[in-house]
Antibody, heavy 121, light 102 residues
Framework: QITLKESGPTLVKPTQTLTLTCTFS??????????VGWIRQPPGKALEWLAL???????RYSPSLKSRLTITKDTSKNQVVLTMTNMDPVDTATYYC?????????????WGQGTLVTVSS | DIQMTQSPSTLSASVGDRVTITCRAS??????LAWYQQKPGKAPKLLIY???SLESGVPSRFSGSGSGTEFTLTISSLQPDDFATYYC????FGQGTKVEIK
């Protein structure tokens, strides 16, 4: 059974760096084809893909946010970490992590419950 | 950068209707397209991957087609549980289509 759970601060101040951790179970990020991605959703708005890391450490970033994002993995801990620098109130959103498997293309088949991050002074 | 554009943004339909949502990519993405359903307060649910493959457990009234730059999601007979927002995705997501009760 695949599960993912996001953790991190619920409130950050403008200009601060956000660090979110995705802790997962039921799969290994050392298995060929496996990836974990981050997606966010501002209140009442559309989904926005942020980043994706694969088993072979291949990393993909949203072009519009690439300069602010870093995604890393710790295979031994079953964790993926996303950092986003220079946070702004427009970055207020629910942040999700999700499982991907290349066999099924660029799709996310298992999702965490999401964590709401508010950016405010 | 590849942009994904969905239409319509909102769709009003009745139970039993056939519903079609379109997604266009700004450049060819082969068949690397997924469709999701999202209900308020919930994480998205994968419906279709690789443009036309039905995710396990998803009802057969959902189908996907297309390749290159133009894709469609079809619901053959809309059910009460299908009123939700639908998104297409390559890496980037489309802006969503809200399916409302007519």
């Amino acid at each position: 059974q695949i599960t993912l759970k996001e953790s991190g601060p619920t409130l950050v101040k403008p200009t601060q760096t956000l660090t979110l951790t995705c802790t997962f179970s039921g799969f290994s990020l050392s298995t060929s084809g496996v990836g974990v991605g981050w997606i966010r959703q501002p209140p009442g708005k559309a989904l926005e893909w942020l980043a994706l890391i694969y088993w072979n450490d291949d990393k993909r970033y949203s072009p519009s946010l690439k300069s602010r994002l870093t995604i890393t993995k710790d295979t031994s801990k079953n964790q993926v970490v996303l950092t986003m620098t220079n946070m702004d109130p427009v970055d207020t959103a629910t942040y999700y992590c999700a499982h991907s498997f290349l066999r099924y293309g660029i799709s996310f088949d298992y999702w965490g419950q999401g964590t709401l991050v508010t950016v405010s002074s | 950068d590849i942009q994904m554009t969905q239409s319509p943004s909102t769709l009003s339909a009745s139970v039993g209707d056939r519903v079609t949502i379109t997604c266009r990519a700004s450049q060819s993405i082969s068949s690397w397209l997924a469709w999701y359903q999202q209900k308020p307060g919930k994480a998205p649910k994968l419906l279709i991957y690789k443009a036309s493959s039905l995710e396990s457990g998803v009802p057969s009234r959902f189908s996907g087609s297309g390749s290159g730059t133009e894709f469609t999601l079809t619901i053959s007979s809309l059910q009460p549980d299908d009123f939700a927002t639908y998104y297409c995705q390559q890496f980037e997501f489309g802006q969503g289509t809200k399916v409302e009760i007519k």
